[in-house]
T-cell receptor, first 113, second 112 residues
Framework: GQNIDQPTEMTATEGAIVQINCTYQ??????LFWYQQHAGEAPTFLSY??LDGLEEKGRFSSFLSRSKGYSYLLLKELQMKDSASYLC??????????????WGAGTKLIIKP | SAVISQKPSRDICQRGTSLTIQCQVD?????MFWYRQQPGQSLTLIAT?????????ESGFVIDKFPISRPNLTFSTLTVSNMSPEDSSIYLC?????????FGPGTRLLVL
């Protein structure tokens, strides 16, 4: 079957580092995505991993291990504006569409001063 | 990325009525998707809309309830028919581009 797991909620302190984990089980794998969604707004694309390893983009980094079915999103130097939900999504190789994604439930990240 | 607009941005409707949501993209795209997101929940795919063919609906969603049009490569509509309070949600369109999906701002629907 297809399944994506991520923690429901996390809390971190401004200026600190936080790691949001995502594990997945899919019939096939063709890429993992992280999106950020502020309350009341649409999701915005953050990162895409298709090969193992770490992709760094400013304060945000995303890691993928295909053999473990595991990814994490690392946020450094946390700012209050990073308070949002972070959605993990996987593209299944066997999906009808090359763009169709399987979505996790999202992790609500709360940043405290 | 993609510039996507949706109309209306929000609406309050009476049960039993229908609402049509429009999605406009700044340039041509093959794949468009319609999602529903209920408060505190993640995204649920309603259907995939390809230009020139009928939409493909996910399990639990049917064409009679959520008819979709895709008249060209930059535009699509989703109608929520015979609404009930359970249809209160955010409806999002997204497009496939550069191997990922980009989302419109969403339509916030409240059914009384």
């Amino acid at each position: 079957g297809q399944n994506i797991d991520q923690p429901t909620e996390m809390t971190a302190t401004e200026g600190a580092i936080v790691q949001i984990n995502c594990t997945y089980q899919t019939s096939g794998f063709n890429g993992l995505f992280w999106y950020q969604q502020h309350a009341g707004e649409a999701p915005t694309f953050l990162s895409y991993n298709v090969l193992d390893g770490l992709e760094e983009k400013g304060r945000f980094s995303s890691f993928l291990s295909r053999s473990k079915g595991y990814s994490y999103l690392l946020l450094k130097e946390l700012q209050m504006k990073d308070s949002a939900s972070y959605l993990c999504a996987v593209r299944d190789l066997l999906a009808d569409s090359n763009y169709q994604l399987i979505w996790g439930a999202g992790t609500k990240l709360i940043i405290k001063p | 990325s993609a510039v996507i607009s949706q109309k209306p941005s929000r609406d309050i409707c009476q049960r039993g009525t229908s609402l049509t949501i429009q999605c406009q993209v700044d340039s041509q795209v093959t794949m468009m998707f319609w999602y529903r997101q209920q408060p505190g929940q993640s995204l649920t795919l309603i259907a995939t809309a390809n230009q020139g063919s009928e939409a493909t609906y996910e399990s639990g969603f049917v064409i009679d309830k959520f008819p979709i049009s895709r008249p060209n490569l930059t535009f699509s509509t989703l109608t929520v028919s015979n609404m009930s309070p359970e249809d209160s949600s955010i409806y999002l369109c997204s497009v496939g581009r550069e191997e990922t999906q980009y989302f419109g701002p969403g339509t916030r629907l409240l059914v009384l």
